[in-house]
């Protein structure tokens, strides 16, 4: 059967492909792949995006002012010299720069996530009613 001539097995090694393989392959990836065949993405010029957030990578990556969180210690032990963006579309197009690579405690990371989330679900009238508040209603630093 024909092939796609494609990076297989060892590096530096071409091997064809087969059509049964390359279904096997992609059988987790039929939604973005679809997506891209039919210039159906979230983000249409995804290169572009790409290359805007490299150049605020490299706007960024020289700013060296403040300092770590050391309230929390998982925060004042990271290298604060680490940087990097990553970023992943709801429909699974990825970017990554910098140092992506390193596991990193997200703490107040979370709370943009948990409040975007919340939003999105209850509205943001509702949830500024608690924002700022323990569940208990008295302030996070309060307890």
């Known amino acids: 059967?024909?092939?796609?001539?494609?990076?297989?097995?060892?590096?530096?090694?071409?091997?064809?492909?087969?059509l049964d393989e390359f279904k096997i392959a992609t059988k987790d990836c039929t939604f973005i792949l679809n997506q891209a065949l039919s210039s159906n993405l979230i983000i249409p010029d995804f290169a572009a995006f790409s290359k805007e957030i490299k150049d605020i990578?490299?706007?960024l990556?020289?700013?060296?002012?403040?300092?770590?969180?050391?309230?929390?210690?998982?925060?004042a032990r990271i290298?604060?010299?680490y940087w990097g963006i990553s970023i992943c579309t709801v429909d699974g197009q990825?970017?990554?720069?910098?140092?992506?690579?390193?596991?990193?405690?997200?703490?107040?990371?979370?709370k943009a996530l948990n409040y975007a989330i919340n939003v999105a679900?209850?509205?943001?009238?509702?949830?500024?009613?608690?924002?700022?508040?323990?569940p208990s209603g008295v302030g996070f630093n309060q307890i």
């Not at 990556?61 to 925060?75: E, S």
């Open 61 to 75: 990556k020289v700013v060296k002012g403040g300092k770590n969180a050391d309230y929390i210690p998982q925060l």
């Open 57 to 59: 990578y490299d706007t």
């Open 79 to 81: 290298n604060p010299n």
């Open 1 to 18: 059967s024909s092939g796609i001539n494609a990076e297989y097995g060892e590096i530096g090694v071409k091997k064809v492909v087969t």
């Open 121 to 134: 679900e209850h509205g943001q009238a509702f949830v500024h009613n608690y924002l700022g508040k323990e």
């Open 94 to 110: 990825r970017f990554s720069i910098g140092d992506c690579d390193i596991p990193f405690c997200i703490q107040s990371c979370s």
